[in-house]
């Protein structure tokens, strides 16, 4: 089991590897700016509402917030994917790498769950 374990872990790493240093985000430094605001205030929503949780608020209070939250994940992965298809989806297309838009519709798929 350890070898197969051992196996599957260095797969993941190559994985990791392979993608980490072969493609990789253009993003501009005002729009790193803005994800990392959002995604902090996202996290203080969700500190917030652990906090309610634990002070047993009303469940359609926390249910409230959970929607909050949920619409401003979802505001950042517009903006990802809008920046995603602007840029790498675009050069990946002129470069000839028609396969991206296999991977741009499995990617879409899994924002829409």
Do not use: F, P
């Not at 051992?6 to 392979?18: K, P």
């Not at 005002?30 to 009303?58: H, P």
């Not at 790498?97 to 924002?111: A, F, H, R, S, Y």
Request: with cysteine.
């Amino acid at each position: 089991m350890k070898g197969k374990r051992r196996l599957v872990d260095l797969e993941i790493q190559e994985h990791e590897s392979h993608c980490s240093t072969e493609r990789k985000s253009h993003h501009s430094d005002k729009m790193k700016s803005n994800l990392v605001t959002r995604l902090n205030r996202i996290e203080g929503q969700i500190r917030g509402v652990k906090g309610m949780i634990e002070r047993d608020t009303y469940c359609d209070d926390v249910l409230t917030q959970l929607s909050a939250i949920q619409s401003a994940l979802n505001s950042v992965g517009k903006l990802l994917l809008e920046g995603h298809m602007r840029s790498c989806v675009v050069e990946r297309i002129q470069e000839g790498e028609l396969e991206v838009i296999d991977e741009l519709l499995v990617t879409v798929k899994k924002l829409m769950k």
